[in-house]
């Protein structure tokens, strides 16, 4: 069954919403080598998309390392702060609504509720709830990938640790970025993005905001953290969003999907 999921999945997500409205028959040969081309190109312009930023976004990343360098600098005290004011009225409600859904910032638990949303999509010949599974589980791949890239760099230590907000080691610090904060702001975003609507944003951004703060109040990570966390799942998705509202529909792809055991793997499309 397992097997059978990940070939529904990794056979639609080369198509867009905005080009078709119902699924494409494949072709397996040409699928298999045009998905190959497709999923380097993809993550190349993620890995280099830093590089063509224009005035605006280049503007919002200032802002961006800006809010988090004066988070950083206050980052004990901020910690502090939360531990002290965590049982009160307001902050309470926050930590227990955070806890409650802390496992949606899990990727390798949560997958699965994505792939499940492919399977509707597909069933219900709903192109749109397959883009989105496929655009949540894209984006938190790579940024995995990013978090896994820096964590190797910096190495900061967390809250619980009890080193201090600025204790960096290259070997085992885990704490910059947020895994849960980049997991859940990826897959919010993508949602918020397919909806448009008010009423559906305000509880998704209200429960994402929750599990982070979670974080801080679990002694799990710094606020710098989160907020750098949850940046890069916000960038990751509306990346890949635009990526697949400029496709044409056209061909296979290899992409980017969570194999059985939670580990990161590659899928490839096929034809049935």
């Given at each position: 069954?397992r ?5 529904l ?5 080369g ?8 699924l494409?028959?494949r072709r397996?040969?040409?699928?298999f080598?045009?998905?190959?081309a ?16 224009d005035r605006?976004q280049a503007?919002v990343?200032?802002g961006?390392v800006?809010?988090?360098?004066a ?5 004990e005290e901020?910690?502090e702060?939360?531990?002290?004011h965590e ?7 926050v930590?227990?609504?955070?806890t ?27 192109p ?10 894209q984006s ?7 978090r896994?890239?820096v964590?190797?760099?910096?190495g900061?230590s967390r ?13 085992g610090?885990?704490?910059?970025p947020?895994g849960h904060a980049?997991?859940?702001?990826s897959?919010v975003?993508v949602?918020?993005l ?7 944003t305000v509880p998704?951004y209200t429960v994402a905001?929750?599990?982070s703060?979670?974080?801080v109040?679990?002694?799990a990570?710094?606020?710098s953290?989160?907020?750098f966390?949850a940046?890069?799942?916000i960038?990751s998705?509306r990346?890949?969003h635009r ?6 529909g ?11 055991n939670g580990?990161?793997?590659l899928?490839i499309?096929?034809?049935?």
């Amino acid at each position: 069954m397992r097997c059978f999921t990940m070939v529904l999945f990794v056979a639609t997500t080369g198509m867009s919403a905005s080009a078709t409205d119902t699924l494409a028959p494949r072709r397996p040969v040409h699928d298999f080598g045009s998905g190959i081309a497709t999923v380097a190109r993809d993550a190349w312009a993620y890995t280099t998309s830093p590089l063509r930023m224009d005035r605006d976004q280049a503007l919002v990343l200032g802002g961006i390392v800006a809010v988090g360098g004066a988070l950083f600098t206050f980052d004990e005290e901020i910690h502090e702060f939360m531990q002290r004011h965590e049982r009160e009225p307001g902050f309470d409600e926050v930590r227990r609504l955070g806890t409650r859904y802390s496992k949606w910032g899990l990727m390798g638990p949560t997958s699965k509720y994505y792939v499940g949303t492919i399977l509707i999509g597909y069933a219900a010949d709903e192109p749109r709830l397959v883009r989105m599974g496929v655009e949540i589980l894209q984006s938190q791949f790579l940024c995995g990938y990013v978090r896994r890239v820096v964590i190797g760099v910096a190495g900061r230590s967390r809250p619980h640790e009890g080193r201090g907000a600025y204790y960096f080691a290259s070997a085992g610090g885990t704490s910059l970025p947020s895994g849960h904060a980049t997991s859940i702001w990826s897959a919010v975003e993508v949602a918020r993005l397919h909806a448009d609507r008010w009423w559906v944003t305000v509880p998704l951004y209200t429960v994402a905001g929750a599990i982070s703060a979670q974080r801080v109040f679990s002694d799990a990570h710094w606020a710098s953290d989160v907020w750098f966390g949850a940046a890069l799942g916000i960038a990751s998705a509306r990346f890949f969003h635009r990526r697949h509202e400029d496709s044409d529909g056209s061909g296979g792809r290899v992409v980017p999907t969570v194999a059985p055991n939670g580990m990161p793997a590659l899928g490839i499309t096929t034809a049935f």
